[in-house]
């Protein structure tokens, strides 16, 4: 279903887990804390993300296999899940829920919802990850492949966050809202492929 290819699935995995959507998030969870504790969320963020993908990628098959799941029911759920948070970003209520944190919030708390999930760990990105290391397709030293791929993309999704003080200065408040909207509009076009491809799969239709 996926090329094997090094460079596709990094784009892949690299442009499902979209950074830079993250950035007004991570801000919002992150607002008014030294920079070494922004660090720290960041930090945490990247590794709960990493820890709910490497879950998926070890019992996910086994885990859908055994509820009797297809994988286009899966698909059918998780595009419904991204077409809520895409929505929420356009509308602009995805940094509520992170600005709603008390000023006591932990760094934990702070690092989990939104940003570590749904926002980088979100239902794209984990059936991204999940049909790109399919037991049925892959081998296993293809799949360790994938894996680094996937480790190497969250690095950089922490550089982006890392250097997120800098770019809201750069965008300002309202450029960060239009670029927030706009990947939330992107999100939400990508939601409804998915929940088109999806149906088609679920009923068999051409």
Request: no cysteine; proline share 4%; hydrophobic share 65%.
């Given at each position: 279903m996926f090329a094997n290819g090094f460079l596709y699935e990094f784009v892949t995995?690299?442009?499902?887990?979209?950074?830079?959507?993250?950035?007004p998030i991570f801000?919002?969870?992150?607002?008014?804390?030294?920079?070494?504790?922004?660090?720290?969320?960041?930090?945490?963020?990247?590794?709960?993300?990493?820890?709910?993908?490497?879950?998926?990628?070890?019992?996910?098959?086994?885990l859908l296999t055994a509820l009797h799941v297809p994988m286009a029911s899966f698909q059918l759920a998780g595009g419904i899940i991204l077409l809520l948070f895409g929505l929420q970003m356009t509308l602009g209520k995805v940094t509520e829920a992170a600005l709603a944190l008390p000023a006591d919030a932990t760094l934990m708390q702070r690092a989990i919802f939104p940003l570590a999930m749904p926002c980088i760990a979100g239902a794209g990105s984990i059936m991204t990850v999940m049909l790109l290391t399919d037991n049925a397709e892959r081998s296993f030293p293809e799949?360790?492949?994938?894996?680094?791929?996937?480790?190497?993309c969250l690095v950089l999704l922490f550089t982006v966050l890392a250097l997120a003080g800098g770019l809201s200065r750069l965008l300002g408040r309202a450029g960060l809202e239009i670029v927030t909207r706009v990947f939330g509009l992107i999100l939400t076009s990508i939601a409804v492929t998915n929940l088109i491809v999806a149906i088609k799969l679920s009923f068999n239709l051409a």
């Open positions: 995995l690299y442009v499902v887990l979209d950074p830079f959507a993250a950035i801000l919002a969870a992150t607002a008014g804390l030294p920079r070494r504790r922004q660090l720290a969320v960041a930090g945490a963020a990247v590794g709960v993300a990493f820890a709910i993908f490497l879950f998926f990628i070890l019992v996910g098959d086994h799949q360790v492949r994938t894996v680094g791929v996937l480790v190497a």
